[in-house]
């Protein structure tokens, strides 16, 4: 209880701190997340488009960008130049559409006609690319046998409203849990940068020259002392666990009461035991509090970027990957997209990440073992 | 005297093991990270080959479409890589995510997929256009049925010949007027730039410290030394910023040379707003360290939080955050110094012109100015009283 007490007393005196870095972090989780629509949304169906329109609505504009209004989402952004490019550019839009000037007329009357357009290159934009030409290309060849517009624009419609019949075979909400899955894969980064930081700022109070040489003198194990150590610590981990938990089921809401959304909590809670085991190794190993700042933030945004925290893991280099293997971060985040893409719960389904889940243990295992043989030696 | 200060203030910087850590190594590092991690993320969006399979259903297959898909699987970058199953494969295919959907050649034609995304997308849309050809053919003949009112030989054929001369002359072309400048990754290098300026806060801040006779026993001498305070903080801030500058030369050369960056191609803008925003990182440090009256773990701590968050607003842990706020709460990037920084080099590299980066450089100068005000203001005729 003495390590418990004086644990308390050193947190209490460094209540600003801590409080500030929790807040920030839980911020930082709560805001990605919020952010998320135009964020990390790879796998959009429809691509974004922002449509300028030169011209006066008449019904051959009018028609052209309903069409695309019902293939893709309209974007709207402020009326300059600037905002358009900086929404091109952040991919907010993947394709914008200048209608010219006497759009109708040129069409009509077969003229040359150039419409701009600005792309991002990307997939999205090459498929806005096709919606836009396959409308032109049959536009173009009706215009050349119809004359009256309305039956024009009516035969355009209906060609391009034949559609094929399309099965979907998975009943799974890939949608309803991305969001979830996205604030989890996130919390990899505030979870670790927040129990790190705190946790060897705690610990390496405990290392102190003055502080340290009384504790050896004493007559507590240094096993003991470790152990007492970490269960003051892991207070304070689950606290902050129990905060993203909370947090997770105010932004996402009903899913976390899904199975896939109690896996989801379950796989953060060992997560953070692991992180725990390795804010308390880093503590051990590290006593400058000036460079456990530095540490921390390799630690935690390393891990972050080499496992996908920020960038979905489907992005990331092949030779990114197998480097992660060998981070803790990297099997809490690959456990988080397997629960997502869970489409039945049985023993076959489950085993994968109950094996990540052990994996993971395995690592707080280990940092607790070289916690103790560091202690060990440097009590020696 | 002055170069005296200043020699021993850089002694007492390069001696600091974790504050030269921030300065050099910790960025160095953070640039490798998002160089491995963003390296494929571009390239990955591009449109890539998509895996299908056909189904035959019956022995009368519609060769047209079979000729459409297979041009379409040839090529450099071919759209599709096809292969020709019974529908029980095509399942297996599927479940195992071999391919992205399967198409069962049955009249009328149908399109089964596992779940919803860009590559199905395209493929119902490939399919689709496949479709409406024949209804516009087919239209296109009716229509000339009407208007000769008789059939004529090669009736098919000879719409088919028009139809490709219309498409030939097809008059409306789309005009790509797309700056070249896309890279949003770029970015991501910006704020580090952003986030070693104010990581220079540290320098500031130490140095400071070094100076408060509340906060160490080389203040406390410095307190009694019968030097101008005024001129041993100003040497000492000119080293520290000195420190810096090295600090980020160090990190341009790496992200130039090895990561290959793309900073625009004015050189004197990129210089200057380096040389504004290490000097408005320094300015920060030194007003965290005068206002805040704590020890200097927790002042360091204030740096490395404050900065972190406006890394985080200016885009560092997701690269759209800085757009959502500057869409939907500008008044914050407004007022973030990373963001300044962040959104000049954005500037220089996306824009022609530069009325965007001097706005920056403005709000980045009236930051620097704000925060050594209030640091002038808390540090002025400190004095203490013998006690």
């Not at chain 1, 992180?275 to 503590?283: D, E, K, Q, R, V």
Request: neutral net charge; glycine residues 4%; hydrophobic residues 45%.
């Amino acid at each position: 209880m003495t390590v418990f007490k004086a644990y308390l007393k050193i947190l209490n005196k460094n209540k600003f701190l801590v409080i500030l870095y929790t807040v920030i972090l839980i911020f930082f989780a709560g805001f990605n997340m919020q952010n998320n629509d135009t964020g990390t949304s790879f796998m959009a169906e429809k691509p974004d488009v922002l449509i300028v329109n030169e011209n006066e609505t008449d019904n051959v504009t009018k028609n052209f960008i309903q069409y695309i209004e019902k293939h893709t989402t309209i974007k709207e952004v402020q009326e300059t130049e600037e905002a358009r490019n900086d929404a091109l550019f952040y991919r907010d839009v993947n394709y914008i559409i200048y209608i010219p000037k006497d759009f109708k007329n040129s069409f009509l009357e077969g003229k040359k006609l150039n419409v701009e357009i600005k792309s991002t290159g990307d997939y999205q934009a090459s498929l806005a690319e096709m919606l836009v030409n396959r409308y032109f290309n049959v536009a173009n060849i009706y215009r050349n046998v119809i004359k009256d517009e309305e039956t024009l624009l009516e035969m355009i419609n209906t060609t391009l409203e034949k559609e094929v019949f399309i099965e979907v075979t998975s009943k799974l909400d890939i949608e309803k849990f991305a969001k979830a899955t996205l604030f989890y894969n996130f919390a990899n980064y505030s979870i670790l940068a927040g129990c790190v930081f705190i946790i060897c700022f705690m610990v390496s109070s405990f290392k102190e020259q003055k502080v340290k040489l009384r504790i050896m003198v004493s007559s507590i194990e240094y096993k003991k002392f470790n152990r007492q150590l970490l269960f003051s610590n892991s207070l304070f981990a689950i606290v902050l666990w129990l905060c993203y938990v909370i947090l997770s089921i105010i932004l996402v809401g009903d899913v976390m009461f899904t199975n896939q959304g109690m896996f989801l909590i379950l796989n953060s809670f060992i997560f953070t035991i692991s992180a725990l085991t390795l804010a308390l190794l880093i503590g051990n190993l590290v006593h400058n509090k000036e460079a456990m700042s530095g540490i921390v933030n390799v630690i935690a945004l390393g891990s972050s970027f080499l496992c996908g925290a920020f960038v979905p893991t489907e992005f990331l280099p092949d030779f990114v990957l197998k480097i992660a293997h060998v981070l803790p971060s990297y099997y809490y985040i690959h456990n988080n997209d397997l629960i997502a893409s869970l489409e039945t719960i049985n023993l076959e389904t489950v085993k994968p990440i109950f094996l990540n889940m052990g994996i993971l243990l395995f690592f707080g295992f280990m940092f607790v073992v070289m916690t103790n043989i560091i202690t060990k030696k440097r009590n020696r | 005297m002055l170069f005296h200060n200043y020699k021993y203030a850089m002694k007492t910087l390069f001696k600091n093991k974790p504050l030269i850590f921030w300065t050099f190594a910790f960025p160095l590092i953070l640039g490798t990270l998002f160089s491995m991690a963003f390296s494929d993320i571009e390239k990955e969006e591009q449109l890539k080959t998509i895996p299908i399979a056909i189904v035959k259903e019956t022995s009368n297959q519609n060769s047209m479409i079979i000729n459409i898909f297979e041009h379409l699987k040839t090529g450099e970058e071919p759209m599709f890589q096809i292969s020709y199953e019974d529908e029980k494969d095509a399942k297996t295919l599927l479940e195992n995510k071999k391919i992205d959907g399967y198409l069962i050649l049955s009249e009328p034609l149908k399109l089964i997929v596992k779940e919803n995304g860009i590559n199905q997308t395209i493929l119902k849309f490939v399919t689709e256009e496949i479709i409406q050809t024949e209804e516009v053919m087919r239209n296109v003949v009716a229509l000339e049925i009407e208007d000769k009112n008789m059939l004529t030989e090669n009736l098919y054929q000879s719409v088919y010949l028009k139809l490709e001369k219309w498409k030939e002359e097809n008059q409306i072309e789309l005009v790509n007027i797309s700056n070249k400048n896309l890279s949003y990754t770029m970015i991501e290098f910006y704020t580090l730039i952003a986030m070693t300026c104010l990581y220079g806060g540290i320098l500031g801040l130490y140095l400071i410290n070094q100076n408060l006779a509340n906060q160490s026993a080389n203040g406390k001498r410095i307190s009694v030394s019968p030097t101008l305070k005024g001129k041993v903080i100003i040497t000492n801030a000119l080293a520290g910023y000195t420190v810096q500058l090295i600090g980020i030369a160090l990190l341009f050369f790496y992200t130039i040379c090895f990561l290959k960056i793309d900073y625009g191609e004015n050189i004197f803008f990129i210089v200057l707003l380096t040389l504004i925003g290490c000097f408005a990182g320094l300015s920060l440090g030194i007003m965290i360290a005068s206002v805040f009256k704590t020890n200097e773990n927790t002042k360091t701590g204030i740096v490395i939080a404050f900065t972190m968050l406006c890394c985080f607003l200016s885009g560092m842990m997701g690269i759209t955050m800085k757009y959502m706020v500057d869409k939907n709460i500008p008044i914050l990037n407004q007022i973030n110094p990373a963001s300044m920084i962040t959104d000049g080099f954005y500037s220089l590299y996306y824009y022609d012109t530069l009325d965007r980066y001097y706005f920056n450089i403005f709000s980045l100068c009236i930051f620097s100015i704000l925060m050594l005000a209030l640091s002038i203001r808390s540090l002025r005729r400190q004095t203490y009283d013998s006690i």
